[in-house]
């Protein structure tokens, strides 16, 4: 629609609907709506829209990603424990060409071997990670502030 202000699509992995319970000691106390509505008062305040997602299931997400095309100008993804295992995502990122910054809540680097590497990864512009719910956030201003972000048609 002409006009609209630019929509980012915001998705959230598996077990990310379990956040201000599961391991707090890792992933915090914050729940996902409360980051939720963290991420509309700032897009709001950026000039941007947000439509937020969260799936267990590596399809879903798919489907969101590709659903994006000609409605978003951009991704902000945390694909959970998907971005160590999902080729599928890699490439769903990738064939939508939509800039997509990729989201971590605890420092991936400082924990086990197996959540180091990234798949998903190489097929965003960015990683944030390590910062909690301001993850996300920061992930936000950055795409609306390097005006990476276009209506799309």
Known sequence: MTGSP???????????NLLGAREPQIYGTKTLAAIDAELRVLASDLGVEVECHQSNHEGALLDLIHGAVRRCAGIVIN????????????????????????????????????????ITAAACIGVISGLGSASYLLALRYLAATRSLAAPD
């Open 6 to 16: 630019p929509r980012v699509l915001v998705i959230h992995g598996p077990n990310l």
């Open 79 to 118: 694909p959970g424990a998907f971005a160590h295992t999902s080729v599928a995502i890699h490439d769903g990122l990738r064939a939508v060409a939509l800039p997509a910054v990729e989201v971590h809540l605890s420092n991936i680097h400082g924990r086990e071997p197996l959540r180091q590497r990234m």
